[in-house]
C-alpha cells in the first residue's frame, strides 16, 4: 500500500510565490517518474511538470521559467516551487508517481489527494 500526500497549498497574492510538496509513504521500493497536475475549475486536468528519476525536468509553456520541479530520493518526496504566480494558476494540484513497491515487480501510478492553490488579491 503506497500513500501520497500533497502539502503547502494555500491563498497567495499575484506575483507571489509558493511551494508544493508531495510525499510518498508505505511498500517503496523504487519511484522512477513523478509528476504534478493540476485542475482548474471548469477545466481538465493538466500536467504541469516532470521529473525523471534521473533527475530530467520537463514543463508546461504555462508555467516554464515559473515553476521549478525537484525530488528528494531519500524521502520519497517532489517538490513544486511555484514564482510569480498568476491568477491562472489557480487549481487544485495532484502529485502522481510511478512506484515500484517491495512486492510487486512493476510499477503503478499512484495520486495524492490534492491540494488547492487560489492566487488572488
Known amino acids: 500500500q503506497v500513500q501520497l500526500v500533497e502539502s503547502g497549498g494555500g491563498l497567495v497574492q499575484p506575483g507571489g510565490s509558493l511551494r508544493l510538496s508531495c510525499a510518498a509513504s508505505g511498500s517503496i521500493f523504487s519511484i522512477s517518474f513523478m509528476n504534478w497536475f493540476r485542475q482548474a475549475p471548469g477545466k481538465e486536468r493538466e500536467l504541469v511538470a516532470t521529473?525523471?528519476?534521473?533527475?530530467?525536468?520537463n514543463y508546461a509553456d504555462s508555467v516554464k521559467g515559473r515553476f521549478t520541479i525537484s525530488r528528494d530520493n531519500a524521502k520519497n518526496t517532489m517538490y513544486l516551487q511555484m514564482n510569480s504566480l498568476k491568477p491562472e494558476d489557480t487549481a487544485v494540484y495532484y502529485c502522481?508517481?510511478?512506484?515500484?513497491?517491495?512486492?510487486?515487480?512493476?510499477?503503478?501510478?499512484?495520486w495524492g489527494k490534492g491540494t488547492l492553490l487560489t492566487v488572488s488579491s
Open positions: 521529473i525523471t528519476s534521473g533527475g530530467s525536468t
Open positions: 502522481r508517481m510511478m512506484v515500484y513497491t517491495t512486492s510487486s515487480g512493476y510499477g503503478m501510478n499512484y
